[in-house]
C-alpha cells in the first residue's frame, strides 16, 4: 500500500493501540488495532503502523497520544527526584491542605499517601520574594553549587525549584534553576513559575514536582519513539496530545509532561465534538470505555468544560485540562468477590498481557469481557478487531471459582449481576461530570465509543432516564480520530487583578497584550502560520470573600466592566443557583488560550443510500435469552432503521441496542437512537 499523503492518530490504551490514517490520495480513513505493549509503547505504534503498510515517506503529520505520565506515576516508576524551596517550607509537600482525600473519610486506617520526593531529597535556599513581588532575600549562587554538587552524589535524575511567590517575581527561581543546570549536567531541572504562574504554594509545588518526577521518564520515551520513527522512515513532525484538548511538540511535551496526564482521553472528546458537528448535537455526554477504564465528559454547546485546579492519583495539579473523569472499569476490568460476598468489579485490568481469559493468552480471572461473552453480546464465531478469536469455555472457566465462592452454579447470572455493577460505577461517572456540575445528564446526549463503549453505553443511559444515544461511525477509534484532528494549542495565565471597582480597563488590556505575544510566539515556534493564530480570553472572577472562582469569557475589546459583572452574575446563578449582587467582584487570574489551526480533511463517514442490510441470529441475554438480530455496520444504509435487541458489529466496536430502543442510520453514519 502506498500513498503520498497521510494523516496519522495513535491513541495508546491500557489495552489496545488504536490508529487512524487519512488517505488523502484515496479520501478514505484506515484503521488498526493492535495489542499495547507495557513499558514499551513504542512497539504498539510502530506494530500499527506495520499493520496497515503505509508508506512511512507519504505520512505528512503524526498525533500521538499516550499514557506515558500517567503509567509512571500510578506504578511510581518516574525519576529520582530533589526539591528546592524556600527556607522554611521543606514540609509543604507533606502538611499541603491538611485534608484528608475522599476515599478516605471514614477510612480508620487510611494513610495519607508518601510524597514523591522523600524529606531527605528536600533542600531549602535562604531567599524570599515578599507577597507584594519585591526581592527580600536574593539566591546565594555559591550556596547552590555546594548544593548541585550534593545532589549529584545522591544521584538525582530530576530536580524540581518550587519558591514562595516566585509566580510574582520569578527571577530567583530561575537563577537557581540555571546554577543548578549548569553544575548538574543531565539533570533535567523544572521551575515551578515557568508552569503554574498562579496562587497556591502547595498546587503549584505538588505541580513542579509531578514534573520533574515525570519529565526523565517522558522524554526516554518520546527519545526512542523518535529514533524509532526515524529508523523506519518517517520523518513527518511528531506532535503528542494535551490533557488541554490540543496538541504539542515534543519539545514542548518534553519540558511540560503534566500536560499529558489525559492525552488519550481528550483526544475522544476530539472526535465526539466532530461527530456533534455532523449530528447537530451541541450537548453532549462523552463515555469512552476502553480496555481499562472508562473516561466520561460533559460538552455544553460544542464547548467542553475547563478544569485548573485537579488531582492526579493523591497528588494536586494545577495545570489547564478538559474536565474529564475516569473510573477503573472497562473490558478487561476483572471480576472479583469481597469479604461481603459482593461482586467487585476492578480497578484491577488483565490489560493487554494477558488480558481477559477469553483472548486465550493466559489470563485465567473472569473480566467484563469475559461476561459478555457468556450473555452472547460478543462472537466466537469471527474474528475481532486485532485479530482477537474469542473462547467462551476459557471465560467459563474463569468464572467457576466466582460461582465456587458465592455457592452457586448459575453463570449467566453472574455474568449479568457483574455487569450491572459495572454499570452503576459507570453511571456514577456520568454523575460526576453532570449531576455534581449542575447538570441534568437527561438534557443531553449520550455518546459511547471506544472498544466497550457502545456495548455499555445504552445500560448507562437507562440508569441514568436518558433517552438519546449517538453512537459514532469508527468507535473504537474514536480517540485516535480527535487527536489527527487536533490543533496546536498553547495556555497562558498571569495572576493580576482586584475589585473591579478599581481595576483600570487599559491596564487589563495592557496584560492582555502581553500574554497574547506570548501565545503568538509559542506559535510560531511550532512553525504555526500568523493567519493561523485564533487567541481567546477569559478572567477567573470571584465575589469579594469567596475563595473559589468561576473562568468568564472576555473579549478585550470590550470597554469598562459593566458587561463583565452581568456575566458573572449569570454563571454564578447557573452554577450555584443565586447572585450577590450586593458584594463587589473581582478578577484573579487572566488567562489566554492561543490555538494555531491545521490543515483539516473533510471526511465523509456516510453509509451507501441504499444497501442490503446484512443480518444473522444469534442467542443474547437481556433478563432472559431473546433471539437477536446481529447487523453488519458496514452494510446498514441511510435511513435504515431497527428495534432492539440488536448488535452491530464493526471493527474495533460492538453496539449492543436493548429491547426498547429504536435505532436510526443517521446521514453521518452515526447511529441515532431512542428510548421508546
Request: hydrophobic share 40%; with cysteine.
Amino acid at each position: 500500500m502506498t500513498a503520498t499523503r497521510y494523516l496519522i492518530g495513535i491513541d495508546v490504551g491500557g489495552t489496545f493501540t488504536d490508529l487512524l490514517a487519512f488517505d488523502a490520495d484515496e479520501g478514505k480513513l484506515l484503521s488498526a488495532k493492535v495489542p499495547s505493549l507495557p513499558g514499551e509503547q513504542w512497539r504498539g505504534v510502530l506494530g500499527a503502523l506495520a499493520e496497515l503498510g503505509i508508506d512511512s515517506g507519504g505520512i505528512r503529520a503524526f498525533v500521538h497520544g499516550t499514557t506515558i505520565a500517567t503509567n509512571a506515576l500510578l506504578e511510581r516508576k518516574g525519576a529520582n527526584t530533589a526539591l528546592l524551596t524556600t527556607r522554611g517550607f521543606r514540609d509543604v509537600l507533606e502538611i499541603g491542605k491538611g485534608r484528608r482525600l475522599v476515599g478516605g473519610l471514614f477510612d480508620t486506617t487510611w494513610q495519607r499517601p508518601k510524597p514523591l520526593v522523600p524529606r531527605d531529597h528536600r533542600f531549602e535556599a535562604h531567599e524570599r520574594i515578599a507577597a507584594d513581588g519585591s526581592v527580600l532575600a536574593a539566591i546565594n549562587e555559591p550556596a547552590l553549587i555546594e548544593l548541585a554538587a550534593q545532589l549529584m552524589e545522591l544521584e538525582v535524575d530530576a530536580v524540581a525549584v518550587a519558591f514562595v511567590n516566585s509566580y510574582l517575581k520569578p527571577d530567583n527561581e530561575r537563577m537557581a534553576a540555571q546554577v543548578l543546570r549548569n553544575h548538574m549536567p543531565g539533570v533535567s531541572v523544572s521551575e515551578s513559575a515557568a508552569l503554574v504562574p498562579e496562587r497556591g504554594e502547595f498546587e503549584r509545588t505538588s505541580t513542579c514536582v509531578l514534573n520533574a518526577y515525570l519529565t526523565p521518564v517522558m522524554q526516554t520515551y518520546l527519545q526512542t519513539l523518535t529514533a524509532q520513527l526515524e529508523a523506519g522512515g518517517i520523518t513527518a513532525p511528531i506532535n503528542i496530545m494535551g490533557s488541554n484538548g490540543g496538541a504539542m511538540s515534543l519539545p514542548v511535551a518534553s519540558g511540560r509532561c503534566v500536560g499529558t496526564f489525559l492525552s488519550g482521553p481528550v483526544g475522544g472528546v476530539n472526535g465526539a465534538l466532530q461527530v456533534a458537528e455532523l449530528t447537530g448535537e451541541s450537548d453532549f455526554i462523552t463515555f469512552d470505555m476502553g480496555g481499562t477504564s472508562t473516561d466520561v465528559a460533559l460538552v455544553k454547546d460544542l464547548t467542553p468544560r475547563m478544569s485548573h485546579d485537579n488531582q492526579i492519583d493523591a497528588y494536586p495539579l494545577q495545570m489547564p485540562q478538559l474536565d474529564i473523569h475516569t473510573i477503573g472499569a472497562g473490558g478487561g476490568s476483572i471480576i472479583w468477590v469481597g469479604a461481603d460476598r459482593t461482586l467487585q468489579i476492578g480497578p484491577q485490568s488483565a490489560g493487554a498481557v494477558p488480558g481477559p481469559a477469553c483472548y486465550g493468552r493466559g489470563g485465567t480471572v473472569p473480566a467484563i469481557s469475559d461476561a459478555n461473552l457468556l450473555l452472547g453480546r460478543l462472537p466466537t464465531d469471527s474474528k475481532l478487531a486485532g485479530g482477537l478469536q474469542l473462547d467462551k469455555s476459557l471465560s467459563e472457566t474463569a468464572f467457576a471459582p466466582i460461582a465456587a465462592a458465592l455457592e452457586t452454579d448459575d453463570v449467566t447470572g453472574l455474568a449479568a449481576g457483574a455487569l450491572a455493577v459495572a454499570v452503576a460505577k459507570m453511571a456514577g461517572a456520568v454523575r460526576e461530570v453532570s449531576v455534581h456540575r449542575g447538570f441534568d445528564p437527561r438534557d443531553f446526549v449520550l455518546v459511547p465509543f471506544g472498544g466497550a463503549g457502545p456495548m455499555h453505553g445504552f445500560l448507562v443511559a437507562q440508569e441514568l432516564g436518558m433517552r438519546h444515544v449517538m453512537v459514532p461511525r469508527f468507535p473504537g477509534h474514536l480517540s485516535a480520530l480527535g487527536q489527527m484532528l487536533a490543533d496546536q494549542r498553547c495556555d497562558f495565565v498571569q495572576a493580576w487583578g482586584g475589585r473591579l471597582a478599581t481595576l483600570s480597563a487599559e491596564e487589563l488590556k495592557s496584560k492582555a497584550d502581553e500574554l497574547r505575544s506570548l501565545g503568538e510566539a509559542a506559535l510560531n515556534e511550532d512553525g504555526v502560520a500568523k493567519e493561523r493564530h485564533r487567541h481567546s480570553y477569559s478572567l477567573d472572577m470571584r465575589y469579594v470573600g469567596q475563595s473559589f472562582t468561576l473562568p468568564i469569557s472576555w473579549d478585550p475589546d470590550q470597554s469598562g466592566f459593566d458587561s463583565l459583572r452581568s456575566a458573572f452574575d449569570e454563571r454564578h446563578i447557573e452554577a450555584f443557583g443565586y447572585d450577590d449582587t450586593a458584594n463587589d467582584t473581582e478578577i484573579v487570574n487572566v488567562r489566554l488560550v492561543s490555538v494555531g489551526l491545521v490543515d483539516k480533511p473533510t471526511l465523509d463517514f456516510s453509509p451507501p443510500e441504499e444497501a442490503e442490510p446484512v443480518a444473522a441470529t444469534r442467542s443474547v441475554w437481556f433478563g432472559e435469552w431473546h433471539d437477536t438480530k446481529i447487523y453488519e455496520r458496514a452494510s446498514l444504509p441511510v435511513s435504515f432503521s431497527f428495534e432492539g435487541p440488536a448488535i452491530v458489529e464493526e471493527a474495533g466496536g460492538t453496539t449492543v441496542v436493548p429491547p426498547g430502543w429504536r435505532a436510526e442510520v443517521h446521514a453521518s453514519g452515526a447511529l441515532d437512537c431512542w428510548s421508546q
